[in-house]
């Protein structure tokens, strides 16, 4: 384990912007919150949103749901949860303003990303907008719930889009895509810190959330290595997340195959790729690199393999 630690850490001090190598340094080196947050702060723009690349499939400088959510999760990864920093405020001024929000949910695409380099699924087409799904607005539904002030008219607009997730969520007996699905555990997990049990059915919201994870791992490992699959990493990284104790075989298995597929020079392959814009496409593929080398990490860490 300890070659992997080194090729990993390797590859990091190499290649990674500088907001990942601050991560890479507080989760493994000691490294400080303050580090990460001023890092992160350069990519937050002046209505509150993160733009600039910070989700790296979209070059877009503009603020956009997808990228303030990108945010979120950092802050989230390095246990940030001081509300009145100004992050923090910037962002839920941002949720607050309707901007890229049409009344239900946030905007999964902007129209903005087709003017810089981005993957397909961030291109908007005139007639086909992606924003009927609650993904990133049942995580930034949870966000607000956890930080706003809970007499704000933003703490209730967060209530009442996470009363309508939770009724889509029961009403509709399909599996929810990973990413979507993603959201919603973020989201279970916010209700959770912030004691939201009066106003939300959470040990409903737990079970079919453990239903829907346990559904979406795939389970046939001949598709891990040819395809882009859904791995117990997507979900949780820890023994004692309430996912792990019905997915632990193939949580281990993980491990494993993490260890195994390391690349030579310390990264991981990344199963996607964009069609267009190829040179812009290979700087940000080495952004995903490092990004997936700290999450390969702090996965085998939390699962006591690091």
């Given amino acids: 384990m300890e070659k992997v630690y080194e090729k990993a850490r390797e590859f990091i001090y190499r290649n990674a912007r500088p907001l990942d190598l601050a991560r890479w340094q507080y989760h493994f080196e000691s490294g400080s919150k303050k580090a990460v947050l001023n890092v992160l702060s350069y990519f937050q723009n002046a209505d509150g949103g993160f733009g600039h690349g910070l989700e790296a499939d979209s070059w877009n400088p503009n603020s956009s749901p997808i990228q303030t959510w990108a945010a979120t999760e950092i802050l989230r990864e390095i246990n940030f949860t001081d509300n009145t920093h100004t992050i923090f405020q910037g962002i839920l001024h941002y949720l607050e303003s309707g901007k890229d929000f049409q009344g239900h949910f946030w905007y999964n695409t902007v129209k903005s990303n087709n003017d810089y380099p981005h993957a ?64 919603y555990i973020r989201l279970l997990e916010y209700c959770e810190e912030t004691d939201a049990a009066g106003i939300f059915n959470l040990r409903e919201f737990r079970e079919k ?98």
């Fill in 209 to 306: 959330m453990m239903q829907q994870v346990k559904g979406s791992i795939t389970q046939n490992l001949a598709d891990w290595e040819s395809s882009y699959i859904c791995k117990p990493s997507q979900f949780f990284n820890s023994k004692d997340s309430i996912f792990y104790n019905d997915n632990k075989n193939i949580a281990e298995y993980e491990c494993e195959y993490i260890i195994r597929t390391q690349l030579a020079d310390g990264s991981w392959n990344i199963p996607w790729s964009w069609n267009d814009y190829p040179d812009q496409w290979a700087i940000s593929k080495n952004w995903w690199k490092s990004n997936n080398i700290i999450v390969n990490l702090l996965y085998l860490r939390g699962l006591g393999r690091l």
């Fill in 120 to 183: 397909p699924w961030w291109h908007m087409d005139s007639g086909s907008i992606c924003h009927n799904n609650y993904n990133p607005t049942a995580c930034l539904a949870g966000f607000i719930i956890r930080f706003a002030d809970k007499q704000s008219e933003l703490y209730k607009l967060g209530c009442r889009i996470t009363s309508d997730a939770l009724d889509q969520l029961f009403a509709v007996q399909k599996q929810n895509d990973m990413h979507t699905l993603s959201c």
